[in-house]
């Protein structure tokens, strides 16, 4: 498995209220890789905290981030099978370093026969996880969980750890293509095997049959095709706006900025998920 595991498909998005719902939509955000899969560090810190159950969602990881992200101090690493077991409160990691491997599973029998280096996957009971993912997660405390998990907080959108996971993508990994910039290019492996380049400028899913091109595809490019397959093709119900929903996001081309959006993404960007067009089409 050469893909680093953030490159596998969010299947929990951060703050969607289709997901963990008790507790007032997701707090975290959860991606999908294969069990026992390495997760490394996305960004540099210190460990302040290594934990289970209880009151943890999985073995996880608190780190103090050498530079907080958007003011936040703190991330966690979620959902893990095991922590790697050379790490210790305290030590300094760095991008890339080993913080354990992908766990989630509620019953021995979704780690598919597979293991990590302790021997011992760790098992959550049904409400601490409901499949196979790893959790990251921008946190003010050490850790990431209360005691009682029915008094979540509301989803504050300044603990929104997805951009971590877009800029993890958008830097280089695996072997680079002599002539490729630093762009998507349709002769990448994971290009090559879900699309099609109909155009210059047009790219077809084969495994969905809809269409990305014109600005969208650029911004797609641009982000290595972070939000994954395109689920739809262009909506245009929202006057001087196109927007295209993706597995793992929504890519908007607002020229004329009529939405609300980050800053320094223009004329595309990703949907910010308290946006009302969030809030549509999350529901």
């Known amino acids: 498995m050469d893909q680093p595991w953030f490159m596998f498909e969010i ?15 997701a707090h975290d955000l959860d ?3 294969p069990p026992n899969h390495p997760v490394t560090a996305l960004l540099p810190g210190t460990i302040i905290s290594i934990t289970k159950p209880p009151p943890d969602w999985g073995e996880q990881v608190g780190v103090r981030l050498d530079e907080p992200f958007n003011g936040i101090p703190n991330m966690a690493y979620l959902h893990l099978s095991a922590v790697n077991p050379a790490l ?3 030590q300094h990691v760095s991008e890339g370093h080993l913080i354990g491997w992908v766990g989630g599973a509620n019953h021995e029998a979704q780690y598919l026969g597979t ?3 302790t021997g011992s996957n760790f098992v959550n009971k049904p409400f601490q996880s409901s499949r196979v993912q790893v959790g990251v997660a921008l946190m003010r405390g050490k850790q990431f969980g209360i005691e009682d998990f029915h008094q979540w907080p509301p989803v504050e959108t300044e603990l929104d750890p997805t951009e971590i996971i877009l800029d993890a993508r958008r830097r280089p990994f695996g072997p680079h293509i ?3 910039d630093d762009m998507l290019q349709i002769t990448h492996p994971f290009a090559a095997a879900h699309f099609t380049q109909i155009a210059e400028n047009r790219w077809r899913s084969v495994t969905t049959n809809q269409d990305v091109f014109g600005g969208i595809l650029d911004f797609y490019r641009r ?4 939000p994954r397959l395109p689920l739809t093709g262009e909506q245009h119900d929202i006057p001087d706006v196109t927007y295209q929903v993706f597995e793992a996001g929504v890519i908007v081309f607002d020229p004329h900025r009529k939405l609300d959006h980050p800053t320094g993404f223009e004329p595309s960007y990703l949907l910010k998920l308290d946006s009302e ?5 999350l529901h």
């Open 88 to 90: 210790a409160v305290g």
């Open 178 to 180: 002599e002539g490729e």
């Open 11 to 25: 299947c929990v998005p951060f703050g969607n209220p289709n997901f963990d719902a008790e507790f007032g939509g």
């Open 115 to 117: 293991s990590n280096p």
């Open 223 to 226: 982000i290595g095709g972070a």
């Open 31 to 33: 991606i999908g890789a």
């Open 277 to 281: 067009l969030a809030k549509k089409l």
